[in-house]
């Protein structure tokens, strides 16, 4: 089904699902969906960012100390599951080195142990550097404090645009098929309420670019629009020539 065709229901359907009362072969076939086609997968974006800034309203709430309980017991009942198969595991290799090894057989143990202590630092050295490059990724990963979609007249989503407070940069991710011809090109505007378009970049023809942008530049912007203009884009301190070919709200949300 392309629910690109369906607006109302492409947000209904996406709205649900952040909520959480999308269930059962519906939600399947919602994801489904959301993984082929990318404006599902950006309307997905938007409800859940939307959503996210909620939690802030509910105050906390401390959990009974039964639940911690049962935590604990469910951690220790694995933990001691996990030890029974450890020792019956290393029981059976024992069992089956004495069957291989004829007695006296201890230059052969020495090795295998050698062996097994190899692996185990080889292990070792791999699990540090994979912890190292996991650390690296989750410290480079972008935050996101502000998000939109705009989409066209049509209500089609057709560019994904995010900022980065970190990087102090606007990711931007085309989720449509629109293209603006070599002879033109599409620009950024932020549209802050009582005031001029703001330019806020040129785009160029990649699926996805980045441009230098500090929370000012969007802070309290309630609104972003694209525009077709010229080649390269209007001089700067200029306004926008063109027509506005995308338009969306911008959502702060919790980093």
Not at 103 to 116: E, F, K, P, T
Request: charge should be positive; charged fraction near 20%; aromatic fraction near 4%.
């Amino acid at each position: 089904m392309n629910l690109t065709a369906h607006p109302e229901l492409l947000e209904l359907l996406a709205a649900s699902h952040a909520l959480g009362t999308l269930r059962g072969g519906a939600r399947r076939r919602f994801e489904a969906l959301a993984r082929e086609q990318a404006p599902v997968r950006a309307a997905a974006l938007v409800w859940q960012s939307r959503l996210a800034s909620m939690t802030e309203l509910q105050s906390p709430i401390v959990p009974d100390a039964a639940v911690w309980t049962r935590i604990r017991n469910i951690i220790d009942a694995e933990k001691a599951q996990h030890a029974i198969e450890r020792q019956r595991d290393d029981a059976n290799a024992r069992a089956a080195t004495a069957t291989v090894q004829p007695q006296g057989g201890w230059l052969s143990s020495l090795a295998l142990w050698r062996g097994a202590t190899a692996a185990g630092a080889l292990a070792t050295v791999l699990a540090v550097v994979v912890g190292l490059n996991l650390r690296d990724q989750l410290v480079n990963a972008p935050a996101v404090q502000y998000v939109a979609v705009l989409s066209d007249d049509q209500a089609a989503a057709s560019l994904l645009v995010t900022f980065d407070p970190r990087k102090k940069q606007l990711v931007l991710q085309r989720v449509g098929s629109y293209s603006e011809g070599t002879d033109k090109s599409l620009q950024l505007w932020a549209l802050p309420p009582g005031g001029a378009p703001r330019s806020l970049g040129v785009l160029d023809n990649a699926p996805a670019l980045r441009l230098a942008a500090s929370e000012s530049d969007v802070h309290q912007v309630p609104t972003l629009a694209v525009t077709l203009e010229a080649k390269g884009g209007v001089p700067p301190g200029s306004g926008p020539k063109g027509p506005i070919v995308f338009k969306g709200a911008l959502i702060e949300k919790t980093i």
